[in-house]
């Protein structure tokens, strides 16, 4: 009887605190979601006039402009990619924040992952050189420090380590 | 004023140079003599660089408006505080400053090395300031005659002056610029030893224990002038955010990137004798970033919110960043013959693999920024068409290698030199796993779905979780020896290992932030309104209301202020009151200061963006966790401070017995 009480407290205590943190959860408040994606799309544009912000973060009265559009056509069903394009046939690929990857700006996302792979590869490689133990070739022996010692100079050892811990410790 | 301070910083550069030449003579075998002068230049130029940096900044207080410099960086009506900050606003005072910052540290590591007497120290003593001198031979040059800070004013002297830019004045400039600025100075003293290391030919280890601590002196002031960068941008630019990816500021954190993995990877060559040429080549990389970073915020060659100063001497620093660059790397393929490197390795799974793919990470960062901060001048060079590459690229690229830096940090540390066994692994990982997986599946269950945000959580807890197991396991072992009680024992175990302990503790600070990014990053929510008085909007677990906008003029400027009332789950918890702000003068440029209202769960940030008659218009966002990338700062410089604090001395304590016979020397 005693443990299916608590066992229905604890469920209870869960109940509440999940529904505690679903209403508390930070997410997108559902009458604002053409906002969001406004945002976000405007996130991928660059300012055309201003110095190295985004259409999402500038004031200047063009980005004003752009992102009214982009509500409106957000309104009017347009998808992410259509509205984006939208935007490309007008002012070219430099309105995109990031470059495309197509075509000759496909290198600036491929040069990073090509660093890596080669980076890992450089440091396996690396370590393979220093290995002194090849594949196949038996175990070193343990190094000195690394074997047991004979019992009563293992337990002297301790003794005098845990006397010499007191006394540091007591200063 | 302006007759002394041209004299002074001619006879600087003269100083400089024959410091320089002394010093190279110093380097030969009855070089005595010589060396004790450079020396005194040394102090010489630290002397006159203080006297020329006193000089200006006596301008800038008597607003000596017959100084150029002056009259063009301040007027009456700046509080003392920002006239006196704005003697680094400019190019040629801050290149005053950079150059005078460097003669004071300069001088400080010289007097260190000099009362230290061993063998390494003489022997690295005159090329180290022979490199020192030379990187301030090339700055004194460009002070005493290409950006000169001292020269008259053209034509009648004004009554006051043009003032400092807007953007400019605020308390962050007191401490953002000269805090950064410095700390792309600091690594010219890690450098210098580098290269003294290289032109004397001490190679070995012996001077790693030297540099260590210049180098976590300069990779901690570069790393709070970058944080401070990003607490200012976020409390004064308004757009929300703390890094927007701006090309300045990849130039300030690449040095610091490539520093941190310098100062990781200088304790493998410190405790297994290896990678001493990559260990040279890093602190010249992590010096020539720095070179290139004040090139680039100096230069004006790529598009940024930080042109605040802009000049013709581009040339002269990609001239100085040639000579740096191939100076070192000749030096370093003469002596690549003594640069070989001992290798004993017993398994692929080892504390040394954990630092190789910390430097890799790292690397690979700094490739990753470098490449994005000059594509477009690749592309305009190539294709003719100038591409952005923005935030959207640097978030996808360097994410995923930030997260598994921050994995690395929890696994590196608690694997062992030379090999790992798989019961040791499992030792040391199937607790902190058990925990990471706990408790992120509580918070999957509480709601927390983005896949990023579950991976991006699960790996910050593991890496807390070894943290902490580090700490609880060396304190339980303290107790278990000593009997003293688990705080003691904590407290005891940091301050004696205050390198190790500390280490862990700056990574404890990393992995807040790391969480603080993840939050502002993913959970960001904000909402662009614009509100007539009385109307109020709903944000995350906010309303805002605005109550109404009032003007007032304080000083030299004219401010816009909203008032807005803020209730938080239906209860009134305050006001907020963003404003805006027009200096005179400067009426086509107006600057925001945001109103944030800060929890350890998230910020609510509101900026007044615009208004007419009727109403006003917006910026309100809730940034989860952002407080926490502040305290991680600190908590990154608390440990920075206690790894670099002298281990209390110990005491040896007599062995008592007899020593048996055959005893065997333990050792490695």
Known sequence: ?171 | MVVLGQVVLVGTCGVAILGLVLALRGARRDGLVATTAARNSVFGLAGLLTVASVTLVTAFLRHDFAVRYVAEHSNRDMPLALVGAAFYSGLEGSLLYWSWTLSLLSASAVWSLWRNRTGIARALLPYFMAALLAVQSFFTFLLAFVARPFVRFPGPIPADGQGLNPLLRDWGMLIHPPMLLAGYMSWTVPFAFAIAALASGRVDNEWLPLVRKWALIAWAVLGVGNLLGAWWAYHVLGWGGYWGWDPVENSAIMPWLAGTAFIHSIQVQERRGTLKLWNMGLIILTFALSIFGTFVVRSGILTSVHSFAQSTIGPYYFAFLSVVLLGSVTLLFWRMPALRAQRELESLVSRESAFLLNNLFFLALTFAIFWGTIFPLISEAVQGLKVSVGAPYFQRVNGPLLLTLVALMGVGPLLPWRRATGRQLRAAFVLPLAAAALVSSVMFAFGLRDPAAVVGVFVCLFTLATIVEEFVRGARARRASTGEGFIAALWALTRRNGRRYGGYIIHLGIVGMALAVLGSQLYHLERQVTLAPGQAVAVGRYVVQFQGRREFVEADRKVDEAVLVVSENGAAVGELRPTKSVYRGFEAQATTSVAIRTSAREDLYVVLNGWDSKSASFLIVVNPLVVWLWIGGAIVVGGTVLSLWPRPTTRSVRVTGQQPAGVVAYGD
């Open chain 1, 1 to 171: 009887m005693a443990t299916k009480r608590r066992w229905l407290i604890v469920a209870f205590a869960l109940a509440v605190s999940s529904l505690a943190a679903t209403v508390a959860a930070p997410g997108p408040v559902r009458a604002d979601r053409l906002d969001d994606e406004t945002r976000s799309i405007a996130k991928e544009l660059r300012c055309p006039v201003c110095a190295g912000e985004t259409v999402a973060d500038s004031n200047a009265e063009l980005s004003v402009q752009m992102r009214g559009i982009i509500r409106q056509k957000l309104e009017a069903g347009e998808s992410r990619d259509e509205i984006i394009d939208f935007f490309v046939a007008r002012y070219g690929d430099q309105v995109l924040a990031s470059p495309p990857p197509r075509g000759f700006t496909l290198g600036v996302w491929l040069a990073p992952i090509f660093v890596v792979l080669g980076g890992l590869a450089l440091v396996y490689g690396v370590l393979r050189g220093w290995l002194v133990r090849r594949a196949g070739e038996p175990p070193p022996p343990d190094p000195p420090w690394a074997r047991a010692l004979p019992p009563p100079d293992e337990e002297r050892l301790e003794r005098e380590l845990a006397r010499f811990r007191r006394e540091t410790a007591r200063e």
